[in-house]
């Protein structure tokens, strides 16, 4: 079976800075992309940023203060989050589409880990 995990999160002050980490985990043949959304209270999921095998891309907020990043080694994805205002607030869940060692594609979503910015 395969799963992904979400680590960091937590409270931080406006402008302050947050990184967090996923990692795939199970029986894997090749991730195609991984990634973050997050979901405010009363709001639709949105893409944060994800990681392709050919590039990233994010989501305008986040543009000039997130960071995507992949360790293919370790199936880990990390999340570099700058300059966070309270409108970043939100759940935020990771993502993968990948295939897994019986040929079988699946596209696994974490638990969500809570971010909240705020004096």
């Known amino acids: 079976q395969v799963q992904v995990a979400e680590s960091g999160g937590g409270l931080v002050r406006p402008g302050g800075s947050l990184r967090l980490s996923c990692n795939a985990s199970?029986?894997?043949?090749?991730?195609?992309?991984m990634g973050w959304y997050r979901q405010a209270p009363g709001q639709q999921r949105e893409v944060v940023a994800f990681?392709?095998?050919?590039?990233?891309t994010y989501g305008d907020f986040a543009k000039g203060r997130f960071i995507i990043s992949r360790d293919g080694a370790q199936n880990t994805v990390n999340l570099q989050m700058n300059d966070l205002q309270p409108e970043d607030t939100a759940v935020y869940y990771c993502?993968?589409?990948?295939?897994?060692?019986?040929?079988?594609?699946?596209?696994?979503w974490g638990q969500g880990t809570q971010v909240t910015v705020s004096a």
């Open positions: 199970g029986s894997i043949l090749r991730i195609e992309s």
């Open positions: 993502y993968a589409a990948l295939t897994t060692m019986d040929y079988v594609y699946v596209e696994p």
């Open positions: 990681i392709t095998r050919t590039g990233t």
